[in-house]
């Protein structure tokens, strides 16, 4: 392996030395340009903060100024409160500030009542407002219902009802009110309830008619396989009250009822008392037109329990020129409408 000299590597030696010198230096040089850049910008930001604080302060400054602005009200609004904390910190150093607090406790509570008391009055005032509306309800409600009934009112008939009661024999009256739209079948059950029949007579022995309250006759029969299907108006007519009454008939259990058709004639009876001479009290009786004499004797036999065959019939006129004339009419060949035109005394 080869030496080298001690000179030469001297020589080497400085050269690198004086290398590392230079280098150091240079590096030396830029340090402190960039140091001095550094300090430049350094200032130059504590100028634009100073600028920019400067700009702060004179904008919070025209806000403050603008009271319609809402950093002024935010100002206003933390001036009141720390006014207000000022307050409560002076008057904890006096001697009376407990009694305020006592004080303000109260007023608390008072205001707690208020408030609760304030919920209930609303409550209440809710409740009274509800029962206004529903007593006003009531009152629509009511006011129909008075219209509704005076309707029905006005829709009623009222009858007089007449019955031979079963139980008593005696004439029954009673007041019969029934809705004009009621069929007769219906209008017939309620005669029976009224009259109080059941359980002495059944139903189906029993029937209405019209019934004439001056002389005390049945006019007509209402059958109900001929009018079962009508209503009570469609039967007698339409109205409140009527001069007519109704009657219902009981028949025995093996009899049938008689039929009377509308438009016969009452006719007054008496029975002369042939040992005297005198007329015995009338009694009324309904005659159909379309009888002949003979049926009217047997009728008449009927109402005064007489055999028919041992009667004899007169009929009295009134004639204005010569009084009152008798005529016999026990023979005579002609229906009982040809034989009278008006309503006569037999």
């Known amino acids: ?12 030696q400085s050269d690198t030395e004086s290398i590392k010198k230079v280098a150091e230096e240079s590096l030396y040089e830029e340090l402190t340009v960039l140091s001095f850049q550094f300090n430049e910008i350094t200032e130059g930001n504590k100028e634009l903060t100073k600028k920019l604080s400067k700009m702060k302060v004179d904008y919070l400054r025209s806000l403050f100024s603008n009271t319609g602005s809402a950093a002024s009200k935010v100002r206003r609004g933390m001036s009141f409160e720390i006014d207000d904390c000022k307050f409560h910190l002076e008057a904890m150093t006096r001697p009376d500030y407990q009694p305020l607090v006592d004080d303000k406790r ?3 509570k008072l205001q707690e009542r208020i408030t609760l008391t304030n919920m209930e009055l609303i409550t209440e005032r809710e409740h009274n407002e509800k029962i206004i509306k ?9 006011r129909r219902l008075r219209e509704k009934k ?4 006005e829709e ?4 007089s009802l007449y019955c031979n009661h079963p139980v008593t024999d005696e004439l029954t009256v009673s007041l019969l009110k029934v809705h004009e739209d009621e069929l007769l079948p219906i209008v017939l059950d309620k005669a029976y309830e009224l009259m109080e029949l059941a359980p002495h007579v059944p139903i189906e022995r029993c029937r209405l008619a019209k019934y004439d309250i001056r002389d005390e006759v049945i006019n ?9 299907h009508l209503t009570i108006a469609q039967t007698v007519g339409a109205a409140r009250y009527y001069s007519f009454g109704l009657f219902l008939e009981i028949c025995k259990a093996n009899e049938t ?4 058709n509308d438009g016969g004639i009452v006719l007054m009876i008496s029975v002369v008392d042939m040992s ?6 009338a009694k009324p009786m309904r005659g159909e037109k379309g009888w002949t004499v003979g049926e009217l004797k047997q009728h008449i036999g009927e109402l005064f329990n007489i055999d028919s065959s041992c009667m004899r019939l007169v009929m009295k006129d009134n004639d204005y020129g010569s009084g009152i004339i008798v005529r016999d009419v026990s023979d005579v060949g002609i229906t009982f409408e040809e034989m009278l035109y008006s309503p006569n005394r037999l």
């Open 220 to 228: 007509q029969s209402f059958d109900l396989d001929k009018f079962g």
């Open 150 to 153: 005076q309707e029905n009112e």
């Open 276 to 281: 005297t001479g005198k007329a015995g009290p």
């Open 156 to 159: 009623m008939c009222i009858f």
């Open 257 to 260: 009822f008689k039929k009377y």
């Open 1 to 12: 392996m080869a030496q080298v000299p001690e000179e030469e590597s001297l020589s080497v």
């Open 106 to 108: 109260i007023i608390e």
């Open 134 to 142: 529903d007593i006003e309800d009531l009152k629509v409600a009511n």
